[in-house]
């Protein structure tokens, strides 16, 4: 799917018909223990990828044991929701179907979708707000050539937020790939990098005609406000 066959964006806040489709969400879960929490930019770049993963898995495609409730949620609105686990909590969640991505600090466990009200009772009680991490040393530059996500520098997100964002724009950009950059993607373990772009940079992005997330509002943000530009050199063409 993507842009072109699929116009109507499934993050904006106007209503569109993918309202009118039942509502599903994509949960993930991140590992935060008190006495060693992972890094807040590696814990966005990981569940960008645990999209990835997840939208790219065999499961999840043709006939696969997922891939009936992947079209359902891609269908209506693309919901992400991200909460946090650890100890017991963790060991629980990880005991459900699902995938489970390690970053450099982060894991960071993706479950197939599940209806809006309908979440297992292991992932329900866990709690979704206040999911706050830090940088303790300013991140790396992205590296020159490889797909980064680029954050809204005007917006304050809670780091489940982001994340949940990150994960919006890794979709967007899988969806404007073609089969073989996709594969191509893939194989290389889906490098990315997830970064705050400058103000300057930030206006330059926005309208590049790179594929742009807007948030429908439901949490933290003003209603389509413009979160993540996805910007892989693939998508740079001409």
Known sequence: MSSEESPVSPFVSETTPRDEAPQFVLPLVVHIEKTAPPTRTDALRTAARAVLVMLSDERSEGEGEWARAM?????ARIRKVVRRARGAEWRKASALPGIT???ESAEVRVFPPVPLDGWPKELAKLQVSGTDLDDPEPPAAPGPGSPVLWLNPELDMSAGKAMAQAGHGA???WWELSDTER???REAGFPLSVATAAPERWRELTTSGLPVVQDAGFTEIAPGSCTVVSD??????G
Request: proline content about 5%; glycine content about 4%.
């Open 71 to 75: 079209r359902d949620w891609q269908d």
């Open 101 to 103: 991505v390690t970053g």
């Open 171 to 173: 979709q967007l950009a």
């Open 183 to 185: 594969k191509a993607w």
């Open 232 to 237: 892989h050199p693939a998508l740079r063409r």
